[in-house]
């Protein structure tokens, strides 16, 4: 399937609710050309060398390699909780961010480790093919397929009935698009939303401009231009659902949803926009009362969250100095928990 073929569920497919996504100038293609690279180089050299270099902490589970023929070179890892028993496990599916264009599943482990070890969930990260050698909607389609070969894995013992998948940033956007698909839809119950990738057809400078004025420099605004490039083709509708999930129909998604955004992050603003958007304006809001450093409120299937002064990917960047650096860990660490306790006591029992 073609990219320009990739999607048809969009509410109108006349030609005036698309924003087709056209080719750079020839200098900007070089550019972004080697800034995609420059960037898969210095992340796999940084994250080889920190893995390299660090211990991996003792907390964190050891998954479990799976591979599935329907994509024999993408690796999944699994995370069994420990004493699971012999009773069918609820699963969640989590996507890895990077872009689409790097990082890895393990990239999520203490996300993944925290889940499986405090919730008694079963874990999967799930990996997909990289851009600028596979744009979209090739990742899209791994994610469903990947997500379908586990579903159907009887050696995972999962319980079908309870499963949730999510993600971070790209991964994210890649979870929100993938369960739309036929072979998805209705399987998945829940989803989980850290600083999604949602509205691929606002500019830049858009998003940007709605940051707080105190925000500073965001990260994002030197890499989003060219990890863009290398991700969507040219003759791309950017209001595609499977490219810009923040715009699929309500009932296209799950019931379920749990969006993150950080305050200083230009992605805030789509995340927040598809809660309000997917929340029962008939049901009674509440304010989640366990956040110490955000803001966020509860309405029906649907959980807002936002993590006050937090740039993108605070969940994985850590802080310079040992006492931020406790106080970012304990703040993710909380947070994982609110997003565990959502998934066990309102989603698997509602």
């Not at 050696?155 to 993938?178: E, H, P, R, W, Y």
């Not at 698909?181 to 939303?193: D, E, N, Q, S, W």
């Not at 040992?322 to 309102?346: A, F, I, N, P």
Request: proline content about 7%; aromatic content about 10%.
């Amino acid at each position: 399937m073609s990219a320009s073929e990739a999607s048809p569920l969009l509410e109108s497919s006349s030609d005036t609710d698309k924003l087709i996504s056209d080719p750079p100038a020839y200098y900007l293609r070089i550019a972004y050309f080697i800034g995609v690279w420059a960037f898969k180089a210095i992340f796999t050299l940084g994250l080889g060398a920190k893995r390299l270099l660090f211990p991996r902490p003792p907390n964190l589970l050891h998954p479990e390699p799976k591979t599935y023929p329907i994509r024999p070179t993408l690796k999944s890892l699994v995370y069994r909780p420990q004493d699971s028993g012999d009773e069918p496990l609820p699963v969640y599916l989590n996507c890895h961010g990077g872009g689409w264009a790097v990082a890895d599943p393990a990239a999520d482990e203490e996300a993944c480790s925290f889940l499986a070890r405090n919730f008694n969930i079963l874990v999967v990260s799930v990996d997909y093919h990289k851009s600028p050698k596979w744009k979209f909607p090739f990742a899209v389609e791994d994610i469903a397929a990947i997500a379908d070969a586990l579903l159907n894995d009887k050696s995972l013992n999962i319980d079908t009935s309870k499963v949730a998948m999510g993600g971070f940033s790209a991964g994210a956007n890649l979870a929100f698009a993938a369960c739309q698909l036929p072979v998805l839809k209705g399987r998945v119950h829940a989803l989980v939303g850290f600083c999604p990738v949602l509205n691929q057809n606002e500019k830049l400078e858009e998003k940007l401009a709605r940051r707080p004025k105190d925000a500073g420099t965001d990260g994002l605004e030197s890499s989003a231009r060219f990890l863009d490039w290398a991700y969507v083709p040219y003759g791309t509708n950017r209001n595609d659902p499977l490219l810009s999930p923040g715009l699929a129909k309500k009932e296209d998604l799950p019931r379920w949803a749990y969006l993150v955004g950080a305050e200083y992050d230009c992605l805030c603003y789509e995340a927040h926009r598809l809660a309000e958007r997917l929340a029962d304006p008939e049901a009674e809001r509440k304010s989640i009362p366990d956040i110490s450093t955000g803001e966020g409120w509860s309405q029906a299937s649907i959980r807002w969250e936002c993590a006050k002064r937090q740039i993108h990917a605070f969940t994985h960047v850590a802080e310079w100095t040992s006492k931020k650096e406790k106080e970012r860990v304990k703040m993710v660490d909380e947070l994982y928990h609110r997003v565990g306790t959502w998934l066990k006591e309102e989603v698997w029992t509602g």
